[in-house]
């Protein structure tokens, strides 16, 4: 929900993005670069003599952070239309959650059904085959919990998978002109039917560090899963790195995805532990995000005067390693960004180490209340998402190439496993490239399918290929058949005895 607006009746707030001009292109966040402190030299008083000693050099200076490098840009999408509506004669549709996931793009949103009590905003679903839509099936999956911080409103979702667990980041508020927001959590076993986290407490609120006349508080999360951590961005319009609108986007991240463990705040020098708002990573409201393996960079996706403007920064939030860039067209409320379902950018079917394909949802029109989503997108290319090994282990997951050998080298986690037939890696669910990412070679190759390959079954463990003669790699029976394996039966504690590998399964 968007913290500058209250309509009657309703908890939509829509922020007022009075920084446009300054959000232009050129200068997306507000932290300057830091300045270089030179060594003060020492003075003698009186003058100095022949005997004094010599006053030290000054320290040379630090080396100018890198120049961000400008992105190629090609295959721009337009305006199609309206995507997904939610029916009912719902006034408002806005703040989407995008994920790709199992070959489904699956959409959650903010909207009002009369048919889903507490009157108040809920969070709709819908389904489609890629972001250009139509979503179809609209249905309400989350609201009010009739009591408590969201007792009333549900808004702003924003949705990740990790493992077989879907984790819901929403904002939460108990009336209809209700200030001091907090952000709350569920999960769900399937996107759809949500359980509340935390006893039905709200996960992060307000820090109030600062009075403002933006009383909003905390919310507009965008969730993400990197290397074991949560990270969570947040509107705070009473933290003390916001703008003086309340303007701003701060960065928790814990191994605890309900965030009361292990928390650690974005600080001025990088990470550390507490939850405190010092640091905003951009000046906007109701922004969204994304890891982007091929560029080893967090992309941020906020509204400025020309559109949604997606600002880069490095893994340690220490420089933008990238020129942003602008994603034009219309626009009234916060972009939802296409993502993976931990949040990460859906990688090119095509060209996985040269392109990034970035697409969004956006509402475009403000009929009182912000609505008709619509889809915008373009490619980053020539960008070069394989240059280094982990880079390379991190783009192309799931994808198979050539091995020195005219037969295949699928990725799977931090590892290369051979395939001899190509049939039998497409049934895996991999993609076969043309190319072999040259940071990959001198990779040992882990196993190795070769035709007719041992392949075992136990009961209540399921089939695996049996490679090396001491470990097993789960796989599915097609995938066995397609081997021209023949399966032997083991009781399930020989199973057990066996070192397991990765499931040679890719999901997408």
Not at 266 to 286: I, Q, Y
Not at 370 to 375: E, G, I, Q
Request: net charge negative.
């Amino acid at each position: 929900m968007s913290p500058d607006w209250v309509t009657e009746g309703l908890c939509v707030r829509r922020l007022v993005l009075v920084l446009l001009g300054a959000a232009a292109l050129s200068s997306s966040c507000s932290e300057a670069p830091p300045q270089a402190e030179g060594a003060a030299g020492g003075a003698v008083i009186g003058g100095a003599s022949a005997s004094a000693k010599p006053v030290p050099a000054p320290a040379p200076a630090a080396a100018p952070p890198p120049q961000p490098r400008a992105l190629s840009q090609d295959n721009q999408r337009l305006d199609g239309g309206v995507v997904a509506a939610a029916g009912e004669n719902a006034q408002y549709n806005y703040a989407p959650s995008v994920i790709v996931d199992s070959g489904r793009v699956r959409m959650w949103w903010c909207s009002q059904l009369v048919s889903n009590p507490p009157p108040g905003d809920d969070i709709l679903y819908a389904e489609a085959s890629t972001p250009a839509g139509p979503f179809s099936g609209a249905r309400a999956v989350f609201g009010g919990a009739g009591q408590g911080f969201d007792g009333r409103h549900t808004c702003d979702p924003s949705v990740i998978r990790v493992g077989g667990t879907y984790y819901l980041y929403y904002t939460g508020a108990p009336n209809d002109h209700s200030s001091g927001n907090a952000i709350g959590l569920a999960t769900s076993p399937d996107g759809v039917t949500w359980t509340r986290a935390k006893g039905g407490e709200p996960i992060v609120g307000s820090s109030y560090e600062v009075g403002r006349s933006n009383t909003y508080g905390a919310g507009q999360p965008s969730a993400l899963y990197l290397d074991g951590w949560f990270y969570l961005m947040f509107t705070d319009t009473n933290g003390a790195g916001a703008h003086d609108n309340g303007a701003g986007q701060f960065v928790l991240r814990s191994q605890d995805p309900t965030f009361t463990t292990g928390v650690e705040m974005l600080g001025a020098n990088g990470f550390k532990p507490g939850h405190g708002r010092e640091r905003s990573v951009v000046d906007a409201f109701s922004a969204d995000w994304m890891w982007v393996d091929a560029l080893d960079a967090f992309a941020i996706g906020h509204e400025t005067a020309g559109g949604t403007t997606i600002t880069f920064w490095n893994r340690d939030f220490t420089i933008h390693p990238y020129e942003p860039v602008l994603v034009p067209g219309p626009w009234e409320e916060g972009p939802g960004l296409a993502r993976r379902s931990d949040g990460h950018a859906p990688i090119s079917l095509t060209d996985p180490c040269g392109r990034v394909p970035i697409d969004l949802i956006r509402a475009t029109r403000d009929k009182a209340e912000p609505t008709d989503l619509k889809r915008f997108g373009l490619d980053l290319h020539s960008v070069n998402g394989c240059a280094t090994r982990q880079s390379a282990f991190a783009t192309l997951q799931g994808f198979a190439m050539p091995s020195p050998q005219r037969t295949l080298d699928l990725v799977l986690g931090t590892e290369v496993v051979r395939v001899d037939r190509r049939s039998v890696a497409e049934t895996m669910g991999a993609v076969v490239i043309g190319q072999r990412a040259a940071a990959l070679d001198g990779v040992p190759v882990a196993a190795h399918v070769t035709p007719g390959a041992a392949a075992v079954q136990a009961e209540g463990r399921g089939t695996a290929f049996l490679l090396g003669g001491s470990r097993l790699y789960p796989v599915s029976p097609v995938a066995v058949a397609a081997n021209s394996s023949q399966v032997e039966n083991i009781p399930p504690a020989k199973w057990d005895s066996y070192s397991v590998g990765p499931a040679l399964a890719v999901a997408r």
